[in-house]
């Protein structure tokens, strides 16, 4: 992993411990945050990560910091619940030739599985098709699972994998389903080099939705689907997250492209 990448992830760590914290009431709004070196002496990290984990915080608003006095805790009504990361991660060493693919909302949080995961065997509709490139009407692999934090917070995840991606021994071999990264780390290994793509939307959620999110009345639902491809356009996979949308936000890091 590079320099930059355990930052990252060390950032995002303290982020999330302070986060918690804050939402089980350990710092009240309007209370100080520790001193940086206070939090420093607490994680055993240096100074970047921890005012990078506090900058995480003040963007979710969170906190509000003043320079010369330190991070103060925001109103209760102004706090977003939750912080949803959208990134992929690769935790193999540079320059190993092997892959170790970690995505930190799904693995990063405390996510369990409410219930028994479902997997059935569907035929694309119409929007689906499109945005796999297949034919209307193929058959199409479906994994949900419903994800809940133990704080009344519940995300929904469901993985589309198209028959060929299925069907090639190279990808899967005789087990159709595999999470997220260890998908990745599969075809990566495989040779494919993968792309990701992801699309937002808010909509109203079905009943169906509402019910298993518990969702309130009139309010919307965020569908974030991601599209695993590879850089030619062909697709591998499509993942599908439902969220509340009243509680939740969702951060990217961008790139630049030339």
């Known amino acids: 992993m590079s320099n930059g990448d355990k930052l990252a992830k060390k950032k995002d760590a303290i982020a999330s411990v302070i986060r918690d914290e804050i939402m089980a009431g350990r710092y009240p709004s309007g209370s100080m945050l520790p001193s940086e070196s206070q939090l420093i002496g607490r ?13 995480i ?27 949803h990361p959208r990134k992929i991660i690769d935790d193999a060493p540079p320059g ?7 995505d930190p909302d799904l693995q990063g949080y405390p996510w369990d599985v409410v219930g028994e995961s479902t997997t059935e065997w569907v035929r694309a509709n119409a929007g689906l098709a499109l945005v796999m490139g297949i034919r209307e009407g193929a058959d199409v692999y479906r994994h949900d699972q419903l994800l809940d934090d133990g704080q009344g917070r519940r995300m929904f995840h469901r993985m589309y994998l198209p028959s060929d991606t299925i069907r090639d021994p190279r990808k899967l071999g005789d087990r159709p389903y595999r999470s997220p990264t260890q998908l990745y780390n599969i075809l990566s290994a495989a040779g ?19 019910d ?23 697709t591998f996979a499509t993942e599908e997250i439902r969220i509340n949308a009243e509680s939740a936000k ?3 890091d961008l790139t630049c492209e030339n």
């Open 250 to 252: 969702l951060v990217y």
């Open 57 to 83: 915080l003040k963007a979710e608003g969170l906190v509000t910091v003043h320079h010369g006095k330190g991070a103060v805790v925001r109103m209760r009504p102004e706090w977003v619940v939750r912080s």
């Open 96 to 102: 190993s030739g092997s892959f170790d693919y970690y």
């Open 43 to 55: 994680f055993n990290v240096s100074r970047t990560p921890v005012r990078d984990a506090i900058a």
């Open 192 to 210: 494919y080099t993968l792309t990701w793509r992801e699309h937002v939307r808010a909509v109203m959620p079905p009943p169906e939705d509402a």
């Open 212 to 234: 298993r999110l518990h969702i309130p009345c009139a309010t919307p639902m965020l569908v974030i689907q991601r599209i695993v491809a590879a850089p030619e356009g062909h």
